[in-house]
């Protein structure tokens, strides 16, 4: 658990000069890269079934990758989950990634916290590698068409304004 601590500080410490004021706010929204291809995805669900990110073309989906041990992410996994539920029938999936933690470990966590997401395991963290700059949280836009459209760097309250207005192109039809 040291090591994604220490990656942790140090990415944060290591942010650009100009990502300092989003950083400090909470969040900071990071485009994704014009002519870069959305990884590949396909993880084992902690239930053990197989979910790849081509299962879901034709929905919305948020990629949110994050690990128990992150403060931040604990504290906005609730409104994520919330969110999940809400705009479920407008075609939004949420799915919850954890990054290097074993099943047991995730499998607990879930239960104290009642997680209604569903929670996927990238035990290698090849994913989180893929898609983000390794800052948790971060949570990948991902549109119907199943390439990514940005990258929200740092925690944000799911139901709020801010939230709304970046969801709202991606629910867009």
Do not use: K
């Not at 983000?132 to 119907?144: E, L």
Request: hydrophobic residues 50%.
């Amino acid at each position: 658990m040291t090591l994604p601590r220490r990656a942790f500080v140090t990415a944060c410490l290591t942010l650009p000069a100009a990502g300092w004021a989003a950083a400090e706010a909470g969040h900071e929204w990071r485009p994704w890269p014009a002519g870069r291809a959305t990884p590949l995805l396909a993880l084992p669900v902690l239930d053990g079934q197989p979910l790849a990110l081509a299962d879901l073309r034709g929905r919305a989906v948020l990629l949110n990758f994050w690990a128990s041990w992150c403060e931040p992410c604990r504290e906005e996994l609730p409104s994520l989950a919330l969110l999940g539920e809400r705009r479920a029938a407008d075609g939004l999936s949420v799915l919850a990634i954890n990054v290097r933690e074993g099943s047991d470990a995730v499998r607990r966590f879930v239960q104290q916290q009642a997680l209604t997401l569903p929670v996927l395991l990238d035990t290698d963290g090849a994913a989180a590698r893929a898609f983000t700059p390794r800052i948790y949280p971060s949570t990948v836009f991902v549109g119907r068409n199943g390439r990514a459209v940005g990258v929200l760097v740092g925690p944000i309250d799911w139901l709020g304004d801010e939230a709304g207005r970046r969801l709202a192109p991606l629910l867009a039809r």
